[in-house]
């Protein structure tokens, strides 16, 4: 009897005692830890970058029916720029709507972060987009697609040249030549070469523009919760269009039902196409996700014959050579850079593994990324301790307020 009263005791005493919890820091950790393995594998990378492209490659032809669907007089520039804004600004209503609800809170970026909101604002929406839908206004879909194209190799020798998070190499050049001999090409209308400021000109600075803003986005994204920063850069951004298209007599005015669900459609394929290509960014080299960009002269060219009819332009024989030399441009950096990426990552590998020493910095050279202690890549020495401590902290605190945001 007694063993058994004692028995009932010692079981009650083990139910009734608490079980220890895992701290929740290592929990989000975990969750953070998981989104950036997702988002680097390569099977990823290329689904994600090309659902990005045929977003964007739809946009030029369903802009250019927004145009009619909105009676916008596209000789008016403050028009333009209006019904650009408004896009936009309902854009980025779109990223920061779904973001706060997947966070269960209302996303604004920290006061330290504003000024990056404003660059990127600037770059990716205000500049980029006045460039786009002036110089759409003023030439074909097709030709628009392919000349956009460009914004490719701009954003890779901005990632190598300017913000120096990459190396350039001979496999990059020659991507680059051959993308920029397809824009060459698409502009032979016979033997002459046509060029205007306001047509060919704007859409090759919306380009440079598009490039400029990918870099902003990989650096500022180590200091911002990503959809943040893409939701409230579209939002100002487009506001500003709004602002500025408005007070300079644009006006545009919607003639049917239909014009609301275009308008949606545009909002929701920039909301979207932009948000997952900054996540892409944020955890891979600029040029393994840029490259896939110049896929964006193939889906506009198709989309611009299904939608707007131009089929007579989209099997030209200057088009069809144009896109072969801009993809041929994708898969020797996208195809050979990573062979050669993975081949030196090999190498470098080996020595610290026979030996059980840590990564040296070229193991990050082959990874596609600079260093963080060597912005310019012309040093490879260790980094100092002071340095190398700081970063640590920082890179902790950001990276354990990234995965709450992420686990919530």
Same mark, same amino acid.
Request: with cysteine; aromatic share 12%; glycine share 12%.
């Given at each position: 009897?007694?063993?058994?009263?004692?028995?009932?005791?010692?079981?009650?005493?083990?139910?009734?005692?608490?079980?220890?919890?895992?701290?929740?820091?290592?929990?989000?950790?975990?969750?953070?830890?998981?989104?950036?393995?997702?988002?680097?594998?390569?099977?990823?990378?290329?689904?994600?970058?090309?659902?990005?492209?045929?977003?964007?490659g739809?946009?030029?032809?369903?802009?250019?029916?927004?145009?009619?669907l909105?009676?916008?007089?596209?000789?008016?520039?403050s028009?333009?720029?209006?019904?650009?804004?408004i896009?936009?600004?309902?854009?980025?209503?779109?990223?920061?709507?779904?973001?706060s609800?997947?966070?269960?809170?209302?996303?604004?970026?920290?006061?330290?972060?504003?000024?990056?909101v404003?660059?990127?604002?600037?770059?990716?929406?205000?500049?980029?987009?006045?460039?786009?839908?002036i110089?759409l206004?003023?030439?074909?879909?097709?030709?628009?697609?392919?000349?956009?194209?460009?914004g490719?190799?701009?954003?890779?020798?901005?990632?190598?040249?300017?913000?120096?998070?990459?190396?350039?190499?001979?496999i990059?050049?020659?991507?680059?030549?051959l993308?920029?001999?397809?824009?060459?090409?698409?502009?032979?209308?016979? !033997?002459?070469?046509?060029?205007?400021? +306001? *047509?060919?000109?704007?859409?090759?600075? /919306? $380009?440079? @523009?598009? =490039? &400029?803003?990918?870099?902003?986005?990989?650096?500022?994204?180590?200091?911002?919760?990503t959809?943040?920063?893409?939701?409230w850069?579209?939002?100002?951004?487009?506001?500003a !269009?709004?602002?500025?298209?408005?007070? +300079? *007599?644009?006006?545009?005015?919607?003639? /049917? $039902?239909? @014009?609301? =669900? &275009?308008l949606?459609?545009?909002?929701?394929?920039?909301?979207?196409?932009?948000?997952?290509?900054?996540?892409?960014?944020?955890?891979?080299?600029?040029?393994?996700?840029?490259?896939?960009?110049?896929?964006?002269?193939?889906?506009g060219?198709?989309?611009?014959?299904?939608?707007?009819?131009?089929?007579?332009?989209?099997?030209?024989?200057?088009?069809?050579?144009?896109?072969a030399?801009?993809?041929?441009?994708?898969?020797?950096?996208?195809?050979?850079?990573?062979?050669?990426?993975?081949?030196?990552?090999?190498?470098?590998?080996?020595p610290?593994?026979?030996?059980?020493?840590?990564?040296?910095?070229?193991?990050?050279?082959?990874?596609?990324?600079?260093?963080?202690?060597?912005?310019?890549?012309?040093?490879?020495?260790?980094?100092?301790?002071?340095?190398?401590?700081?970063?640590?902290?920082?890179?902790?605190?950001?990276?354990?307020?990234?995965?709450?945001?992420?686990?919530?």
């Amino acid at each position: 009897m007694q063993k058994i009263l004692h028995n009932n005791i010692i079981d009650s005493v083990i139910l009734r005692a608490p079980r220890k919890q895992k701290p929740r820091a290592k929990v989000f950790l975990m969750v953070k830890f998981e989104a950036e393995k997702f988002f680097s594998k390569n099977y990823v990378v290329v689904i994600g970058a090309l659902i990005c492209c045929m977003l964007w490659g739809s946009a030029f032809p369903c802009v250019k029916v927004g145009y009619g669907l909105f009676s916008v007089d596209t000789s008016s520039y403050s028009s333009l720029i209006l019904f650009a804004g408004i896009r936009f600004t309902l854009a980025g209503v779109l990223v920061l709507a779904f973001g706060s609800a997947l966070q269960r809170k209302f996303l604004l970026p920290k006061r330290k972060n504003i000024w990056r909101v404003a660059v990127v604002a600037l770059f990716q929406t205000a500049m980029q987009y006045t460039f786009f839908y002036i110089g759409l206004a003023n030439l074909t879909g097709v030709k628009s697609s392919v000349l956009n194209g460009l914004g490719v190799f701009f954003t890779i020798i901005a990632a190598c040249f300017i913000f120096r998070t990459e190396r350039f190499t001979l496999i990059k050049l020659v991507g680059c030549i051959l993308g920029f001999g397809g824009v060459l090409v698409m502009n032979l209308d016979g !033997l002459n070469f046509e060029f205007s400021l +306001t *047509g060919e000109g704007f859409i090759i600075f /919306s $380009g440079l @523009s598009a =490039a &400029m803003a990918a870099g902003f986005v990989k650096v500022f994204s180590k200091h911002e919760n990503t959809t943040t920063l893409c939701g409230w850069q579209f939002f100002c951004g487009g506001l500003a !269009l709004v602002i500025i298209g408005a007070t +300079t *007599g644009g006006s545009i005015r919607p003639t /049917s $039902g239909a @014009s609301f =669900a &275009m308008l949606f459609y545009l909002a929701f394929l920039s909301a979207c196409a932009f948000t997952l290509q900054g996540y892409l960014l944020k955890y891979n080299p600029v040029s393994k996700v840029a490259v896939f960009k110049s896929t964006n002269p193939l889906f506009g060219a198709l989309f611009s014959a299904i939608i707007l009819g131009e089929t007579e332009q989209l099997l030209h024989y200057t088009t069809l050579i144009a896109l072969a030399l801009v993809c041929g441009g994708i898969l020797i950096i996208n195809l050979l850079g990573e062979k050669r990426l993975l081949h030196a990552k090999a190498h470098l590998n080996a020595p610290a593994a026979e030996s059980g020493g840590a990564p040296q910095d070229g193991q990050f050279i082959a990874d596609g990324n600079i260093p963080p202690d060597k912005p310019d890549g012309r040093s490879y020495g260790a980094p100092h301790e002071e340095q190398g401590t700081q970063d640590g902290k920082n890179d902790g605190a950001n990276g354990e307020e990234s995965g709450q945001n992420d686990g919530r």
